[in-house]
């Protein structure tokens, strides 16, 4: 049998889907293990070990001070430097929603995420869209139907068709729902190891997760993405 790579998950005080990213990475063939960032504080090795890394989503610290600000802050200060030692090492690294505001706010990935064009805090279903880029978790991937529920979702970059151009726009949604620049829903660093997404593709990993799995044929599963970042794993 071929040996399962051990996927870290992040999480944080006020994260949510860290149970959801585990069942995911489990189907996709990888061995999830949770950790708190206060596990990381006193045993930064623990990193050294991973061969996938997760920063989940939810309202870490009740998304004080700015979704994502103070799960980035402490990211940091306990492990930033394993982090990007495990990036040298060609590990990959995705961040949902939280996590996706706390690895732009460590500076892994580029642009910002501001609060959506509405207002107000959105909750329901998109479709993304896979693009030409770079990154490990999309290539070759199909469309993609999950949720989303953020209130600061709105991807913002001074330059997108420059991002777009270097292979960093990983995803974008079919329908915008949040305003983003360039209908933004993912980007990846130039490596493309790094990638980070608003929307919850662990959400919809099984068919009947889907609200209208009744009534319409199975496809859209996120299952992929993820499956791509344990093959990547596994390669390394």
Do not use: K
Not at 47 to 64: I, K, M, P, T, Y
Not at 202 to 224: C, K, N, S, T, Y
């Amino acid at each position: 049998m071929t040996r399962r790579p051990l996927a870290l998950v992040v999480a944080a005080p006020g994260t949510n889907r860290d149970g959801d990213v585990a069942l995911a990475l489990d189907l996709a063939g990888a061995e999830a293990r949770r950790v708190l960032l206060a596990e990381l504080a006193r045993d930064p090795g623990l990193l050294r070990a991973a061969q996938l890394v997760v920063v989940a989503g939810g309202f870490s610290h009740a998304d004080a001070l700015g979704a994502g600000r103070m799960f980035a802050l402490e990211l940091e200060a306990a492990a930033g430097a394993e982090l990007r030692a495990a990036l040298e090492r060609g590990v990959p690294v995705v961040g949902i929603c939280n996590g996706f505001q706390t690895l732009v706010r460590t500076g892994l990935l580029p642009g910002a995420l501001g609060h959506n064009a509405s207002g107000s805090f959105r909750c329901g279903w998109v479709t993304l869209v896979p693009e030409r880029s770079v990154s490990v978790w999309t290539s070759g991937l199909g469309t993609i139907d999950c949720p989303i529920a953020h209130g600061e979702g709105r991807y913002v970059h001074a330059d997108v068709a420059a991002l777009a151009a270097a292979g960093q726009v990983a995803l974008r949604y079919a329908d915008n729902p949040n305003g983003s620049d360039g209908d933004v829903a993912g980007v990846c660093d130039p490596s493309g190891l790094v990638l980070g997404l608003m929307p919850h593709p662990e959400d919809h990993v099984l068919a009947r997760q889907h609200p209208r799995a009744r009534h319409r044929p199975p496809g859209g599963l996120g299952l992929g993405l993820f499956e791509r970042g344990v093959a990547h794993a596994r390669s390394c």
